[in-house]
């Protein structure tokens, strides 16, 4: 099964793919926003969603560690690596205190904040295009707007996150 998905929130990301698992529908790819699943037993896999150093890349290291505690690296795309581990293996963290939550959610807030500002400038390029008449800037000035604004919203949600645990 084959389905379509935009998501900038790794969080929600994660939560869509755990109820995709409890339905028994495992995830074995991702691209431009089509998910790929496979059937599998209703909750057999647990979801995690990580935030990599670098573009399409996992250190051997990482993976070792990943190995280690039980996980699999199902998908790598940009610097979001989709992990899962079996159910049966019990719960499945990445993050468990405080310290590192908030250091990861500040790397995603700032990734967030490069690329919303990358897709602005791009859209503002588009706009001096349309300015000049050309009318087949109009799709890219309105699908460049939404991503920045995604982008905007997104890292504003991922402050709210870092302050909530800043304050626990």
């Known amino acids: 099964m084959i389905k379509f998905r935009l998501y900038l929130n790794k969080d929600k990301e994660t939560e869509w793919l755990n109820s995709m698992v409890r339905k028994g529908w495992a995830l074995t790819g991702f691209k431009l926003g089509f998910y790929t699943f496979s059937p599998c037993e209703p909750g057999e896999y647990i979801y995690q969603i990580d935030f990599g150093d670098k573009l399409y ?3 051997e290291e990482y993976r070792e560690l990943m190995s280690d505690v039980g996980a699999e690296i199902v998908v790598l ?38 690329v919303g500002i990358i897709e602005t400038v791009c859209m503002l390029m588009q706009v001096m295009a349309l300015i000049q008449g050309e009318m087949i800037a109009v799709f890219t000035t309105v699908l460049l707007s939404a991503f920045a604004v995604g982008c905007a919203k997104t890292a504003y949600e991922m402050e ?3 302050s909530r645990l800043k304050q626990e």
Do not use: C, N
């Open 160 to 162: 709210k996150v870092i």
């Open 57 to 59: 890349f996992a250190s």
């Open 77 to 114: 795309w940009g610097w979001w690596i989709i992990l899962r581990r079996k159910a049966a293996e019990g719960p499945f963290e990445l993050y468990t205190d405080r310290e590192s939550m908030i250091e990861h959610y500040t790397k995603i807030r700032q990734m967030l904040i490069a």
